[in-house]
């Protein structure tokens, strides 16, 4: 399955958009763009592939996810030492649940609404009902799956 990402929304402090699933529709919310900053800008636009990621430490650990990989433009799923450095390399940019941006290392929440709430850095932009947003899309392209895309506009 391809999914399709149009970022409408620029911020100071995050950036927003459109999640298009098959017939499904969800929004999505990451780090602003900082100059391709790896773990603190949104990702390159661009075609991704989506290979299937398990979250080993941190509070996500043992989430199965997907990871973005387009070595063109210096995003792998692992470190690869063979990478040519013509852009900064990110490592482990996901599709995971989280409100706000700055629960966010490089990677993309979805959510099921936007609103703005309080999480404990103030009233800020979100995605509502991440997890029930993010447990629609595994269902969509089946746990753990190979052979979907993620194009980002």
């Known amino acids: 399955m391809q999914l399709i990402l149009n970022r409408d929304t620029p ?8 999640l298009e699933a098959g017939t499904a529709q969800y ?30 430490n941190g509070p996500l650990a043992g989430l199965n996810t997907w990871a ?37 290392e490089g990677c993309i929440a979805p959510g099921k609404s936007r609103g703005l709430i309080d999480i404990g850095k103030g009233l800020l932009p979100s995605v509502l009902a991440s997890k029930d947003a993010f447990s629609e899309i595994e269902t969509l392209l089946g746990p753990m799956s190979t052979g979907h895309t993620l194009v980002i506009n």
């Open 11 to 18: 911020r100071m402090d995050c950036q927003e958009g459109i």
């Open 27 to 56: 929004y999505t919310i990451e780090q602003p763009w900082n100059d391709d900053k790896p773990m603190h800008s949104c990702v390159p636009r661009g075609t991704y592939v989506l290979l299937p990621h398990t979250v080993v």
């Open 68 to 104: 973005l990989e387009n070595p063109d433009l210096g995003v792998f799923q692992e470190p690869n030492n063979s990478y040519d450095g013509s852009y900064p390399m990110r490592v482990a940019c996901l599709i995971h649940p989280a409100n706000q941006a700055w629960q966010l």
